[in-house]
């Protein structure tokens, strides 16, 4: 009797492990009506463009057109009558909004390519090459501040093509397929807004033409992402192919105008090695007497030392220099000893909820980085707010350009100070030391600056982002890479920045 | 009476998992019996496996992963037998500056049953599950002290008696592993971003060859041990592991274990040959054992 209840024991596990899957989901998130359908945003000032209308497109045949006519009939009577459950989980996929899975899809690239480069066999690390980009070292290296310009550039082409795209379907005010024809049943919901040219092909371009040149490996994905994006909307009965051809065209004619800038802004002369001899003597003539040494095995040349000379978008150069943190504590003061302390006395004891905020906060290697936390935080809050796709693109388009200029903000003034960090005096680090000057906190620059332009848009949230920030920043002593001082700095350095993304858009016309 | 005593150890085979070996062999603690033991445990590298790049680090150097674990086998009937273990872990590094942690990892339990006897051939079975002790660090790898998962495992074992007090066995088992919560709230999964801290940690299983000597309460043995994960990615170029990585590990190794009377040591060496996303590590244990009557 007993050996039976062994061999039931036995059958029950295995059934038991069979049952078991293990995977982590994912809410899918329901599409909305915008709060706004923000009418007048063909009006707002724009970023890159002169105007709304520098980049043209062909004016729409009529409703009436035979034309336009066999582009519904096609809706209904081919392509919704053959929809698969695969082409419907696409559209609830895009249904959720074309900048936000766009800025979505830009933070998963960013995560997937920030590694440093490995050492070679002569312990050099090899630079990694934008017309070689998947070979070993791959192209780029995503750290924080080549995300933070990433992020940039694509929000600001999101949102310059959505106001063009806007004026031009107020001027041509051609209605949804759904609203002309309403055998026609959109899987998505619908507003009034105008469908010529389609938001979401205009996004989708612009968004295919940045993130291409940012990670040119990734051709065959952001194709393949690109076509879902437009092939949702005729699947859904949201477009018409008419519509969708002209977004495309728009959003590439602006995008290309935007990478004309993103060209000339200086990121390609960032890596300026040659540039350190100079920076170094800077410093001891500051009087450090302790300067930043990398502290990984073979040495690593420092990341980005020249960024600090990208052009910024939302102040200039002189701004920049005159806002840039005063000299920090150097070793030998007493200021300098507390600070020290500080940070010993986290080696020694460190608590398990300050080793949970700085892991929390790491967002180190293989993650999106500091912007893309912020980035992520910012579409959740648009998404909650429902806002409309032009209003989506603009603040992402204020946060992004905040978190760039607080990206060269930052880098500008760690390679002024060139300042050491805590593992210089012998600590350790519960996070991992990223190879760059510790004077400011990268995190917490681009922490308060991301805190200022989102309590701008969502004042209701201020304190939960500023509370935020203030957490990320304290994670940088938590994890002991950073001195107090370090951290308090960039906050105060990162909230300035960001005042003045939030100046330009109270001037925008969209407020 | 005859005490027999039931002996377990542990092998430290990954980069941080500790993962309890139940006992193989044929033997069981009669009624009422306990054996308690006492280990100690040091597994180390400096050679890994990123990916299937087998490298070095000179930001880690060696990384050494300390364990002292205490153990009780406790004899239910004298064909069912329970036991439970309790690791605490401390790793370090030897070059870097990568913060060593420690703590209480994650406390086993087992039922182990024998399931049939046909002449030489015996058949044992064993359920198993795990739970962290303490809210330990897991994503800071390869410093964490484990993984954080509750684990569930089941185990067959076939155990085949030669003359002269020689024996095979062979074991197989599968590691039901539960999702983990991490600090932060986003990680890649293969070239996937997962916008939560809820981590699902791959299945593994595990298969056991051994041939050895065993007489009464004394035992030599070799063996050879291979495992995997069931699915999971790999860590990325020049990057850190993370609990998403498909481990594997083939390992060879040595038992040894003496007890003249109620009080016995017990020592295990191994080593891995091959692995992916792992330490190449050198593992050993060495075990204090006492047999005692309960009631």
Redesign the interface.
Known sequence: M??YI??F??FL??S??LS?E???S?ALLSPYVPANIDENAGSWKTFVLSSPTEVSIAAPVGTNDPTYLKEIDSLKNIVAPNLTNEQRQIVAYWGAGAVFRWN?IA??LS??YN????ANAEGKYPVPDATNPLA???FPFANPPYVSRALAYLSVAQFDALVSAWKYKYQYNRQAPGNVDKAIKPLLPMSNLPSYPSEDAVVGQASYVILLAMFPGEGPFLKSKLEECKNARLWAGMNVSSDINAGVSLGAGVAAKVMVKAKADGMGAANNQAATSDMITRSKSLGFTKVWTS????ARPPMLPTFGNVKTWNFDRATLEAIRPAIPYIEGSAEFKKDYEELVEV?KN?T?EQ??IA??W?DG????TPPG?WH?YGANAGFEAKYSEVRMARMLAYLGTAEMDAGIGCWDTKYYYYSPRP?QYG???????PNFPSYTSGHSTFSAAGAEVLSAFFPQKASTFNSYAQQASDSRVYG?IHWRLDCTMGLKHGKTIGQYAVKRASQDGAL | MKHTLLCVFISILSMNTIMAQMPHDQIYMNKNIACGALMYGNSSWTNYWENSLKRDNPNIGKLSTESLSAMIAYGITKKVNALVMVPYVKTQASQGNLMGQQGFQDVSLWLKAQVFNYKQLHGHATLGISTPMSNYVTEFMPMAIGIGAKTFSARAILHYNLPSNLFISATGSYIVRSQVTVDRDSYLNGEKLVNSGSVAVPNAFDAMFRMGYIKKENQLEVFAEHFSCVGGDNIRRNSMPFLTNDMTMTAVGAYAKYQPKSLGVSAKVSYVLDGQNAGQSTNVTVGLLYLFKVK
């Open positions: 007993k050996k062994y061999y024991i036995t596990c295995f038991f492990l078991c293990n995977t982590a994912e979505e933070r998963e995560a997937r590694s440093a480069p490995a070993d070292p791959k502290q990984e095995s073979p080696d460190q398990r080793a949970a892991n929390f790491a290697p293989g993650t999106y936390h992520r593992q600590l350790k680090t519960s996070v991992g030391l002991l």
